[in-house]
């Protein structure tokens, strides 16, 4: 194969990706009503809409691997003790004072941007509301009474949150679970567009002086 042809080739298959993610297909990930009525639980269950996948973990206060529990209500997390409160909660001290406490991560396969996060068994009663935070990139977003009020599921619509790895962590006194993400795969800024372009512009460059 010529030096031309091998520079269109990878230049082909540079832009692949971009236009992929270019369509921004909309996918949801719903686990209410996605599992029997008793628990089922796994180290890293691995979950699929579209083109995207997602993979759920659970762990501690102090970053132990706990399991992911499953079942009717949505997601938790679990020692898989025969006694265990398997939702997502928090480490609550001395009248309600707030400490961080179980969390779940939320990997996917590539970069996507979380619209909305559903929560079951979500309080906004004074004395027993529930708190979370869901962190992703070095930024956070809270999670409280900022929600749809809806029943039986609290929906959270959280603004700027693009990555590919999400920290969904409870504090105060709660006690929840994960009803489901709605996400969409992540399109380039425009800025990526443009340094793609250098980069090909470059590389023809090159191969007209190599020719040459």
């Known amino acids: 194969m010529s030096l031309a042809k091998q520079a269109l080739a990878v230049s082909l298959l540079a832009t692949l990706p971009i236009a992929a993610q270019a369509t921004a297909p909309s996918s949801t990930f719903n686990f209410y009503f996605d599992g029997g009525l008793l628990d089922e639980?796994?180290?890293?269950p691995s979950y699929v809409s579209g083109s995207?996948?997602?993979i759920v973990r659970a762990f501690d206060i102090n970053g132990q691997p706990l399991q992911v529990a499953q079942r009717w209500d949505g997601l938790g997390a679990t020692?898989?003790?025969l006694i265990d409160n398997t939702d997502i909660n928090a480490n609550a001290g001395f009248l309600f004072t707030p400490a961080a406490a179980d969390y779940l991560t939320l990997t996917f396969n590539q970069a996507v941007n979380?619209?909305?996060v559903r929560l079951s068994h979500w309080s906004d009663l004074p004395l027993i509301n529930d708190t979370a935070t869901l962190s992703w990139g070095g930024k956070s977003f809270?999670?409280?009474s900022n929600n749809d009020h809806g029943i039986p599921l609290a929906t959270f619509s959280p603004t700027g949150a693009t990555g590919t790895t999400f920290?969904?962590?409870?504090t105060g006194s709660s006690s929840f679970r994960l009803a489901g993400v709605n996400v969409t795969a992540a399109v380039?800024?425009?800025g990526s567009y443009a340094l793609m372009a250098l980069g090909l512009a470059a590389l023809g460059v090159a191969?007209?002086?190599?020719q040459g």
């Open 41 to 44: 639980v796994s180290n890293a």
């Open 52 to 54: 995207l996948q997602l």
């Open 79 to 81: 020692t898989g003790g």
């Open 114 to 116: 979380l619209t909305g």
């Open 142 to 144: 809270g999670l409280g």
């Open 167 to 170: 920290k969904l962590q409870a």
């Open 188 to 190: 380039p800024e425009p």
């Open 207 to 210: 191969v007209r002086r190599r």
